[in-house]
């Protein structure tokens, strides 16, 4: 055979053994696919009790403090308990006899919702003592599923058979259940929607409440003698200003581009993002040359610019007396150059 020959028989066992692979590779993937779809298809809505899930919810149900007023037997016998009962508050007991008609669906909703499910009890007691003990049936940073989970865990705590006993009850009340999971992958309760909580203001609006605008130039005016000899005044003005002003307005009041922090503000879908979700972003003010500004053409206005309700208010800077505003105003024009 020659060496042609060798080289092509080569060639050929190769491509038989990756076509072998190939289609071994594409069974087993199928058979894989067949088998998940089989399980997705099998898997049960999140609302619907299975032992892995009361399982789960007695986990939940510690992490989640629960025990604080309910007890570690369920029995609304907890540290809290004498705390709660003196304020107005009967830690529910999830031993004995299911009560008529209650569900896991109303267990869900009193974690999910506690001022619109306790709205009674609300109504009878103050407010710190409702947002000390209810209020911590809010659980936003769990999901659905644990949620439901703490949910079945405690209504399977009760006696005999709670789920046949009050099966007309919870088959009428997971009707608005499975409506609901019907259209949402999350039951949104005791909170605001996404789609209609408040944005943040622009990043121009609260800029246009400052002193200067971010994309402002900064000037950079000669630093004469005279605002050299300010800088180094003793006086209460300039000892006031090094102290609480100096930070963002710099040495000679000549401005910072590392100015005030506005926080954390809405930016809107980012490009790769399709789904509308609002993106935080840091975001910071420039803060311009002193000498430039009209925030300080009297000490009215220098007031406004850092007092009481202005958009950059200074809170070391509002207790200031009359006199000490005006020393501060004064100093500021001689280091400005005004």
Not at 29 to 51: D, H, I, Q, R, W
Not at 288 to 303: E, M, Q, R, V
């Amino acid at each position: 055979m020659s060496f042609n020959s060798k080289r092509n028989e080569k060639k050929m066992k190769v491509i038989r053994t990756i076509n072998t692979t190939h289609t071994a590779g594409t069974l087993l993937l199928a058979v894989a696919l067949s088998l998940s779809a089989a399980a997705c298809a099998g898997e049960k809505p999140v609302y619907v009790s299975t032992p892995d899930k009361v399982y789960t919810g007695s986990i939940y149900y510690v992490q989640a403090e629960c025990t604080s007023c309910h007890g570690g037997e369920w029995d609304g016998n907890g540290p809290e308990t004498k705390n709660m009962k003196a304020a107005g508050f009967n830690p529910t007991s999830f031993t004995g006899e299911v009560p008529a008609e209650k569900t896991p669906v109303d267990y869900f909703k009193s974690i999910s919702d506690p001022a619109q499910y306790f709205a009674a009890t609300k109504a009878k007691v103050s407010e710190a003592d409702f947002n000390r003990f209810v209020g911590k049936h809010t659980h936003h940073n769990m999901t659905d599923r644990a949620r439901w989970a703490i949910a079945h865990f405690l209504f399977s705590r009760h006696s005999g058979d709670p789920y046949s006993k009050n099966k007309s009850a919870i088959d009428e009340k997971m009707k608005e259940v499975k409506t609901v999971y019907a259209e949402k992958r999350r039951w949104e309760l005791g909170y605001t929607p996404i789609a209609q909580k408040s944005t943040t203001p622009s990043l121009d609006e609260m800029i246009s409440k400052s002193l200067g605008r971010a994309d402002d130039e900064l000037s950079m005016p000669s630093v004469t003698d005279e605002r050299k000899t300010a800088a180094v005044e003793t006086g209460t003005g300039a000892s006031i200003y090094r102290t609480d002003c100096r930070s963002c307005h710099g040495e000679f009041a000549e401005g910072s581009v590392e100015g005030p922090s506005l926080g954390l503000l809405n930016q809107g879908p980012s490009i790769e993002n399709d789904k509308g979700i609002n993106r935080r972003t840091m975001a910071y003010v420039s803060v311009p040359d002193l000498s430039l500004t009209a925030g300080i053409n009297s000490i009215g206005d220098f007031k406004k610019a850092h007092g009481d309700n202005s958009s950059m208010m200074v809170p070391s800077i509002q207790n200031l007396s009359d006199s000490e505003w005006q020393d501060l105003y004064n100093y500021t024009k001689r280091l400005s150059g005004r």
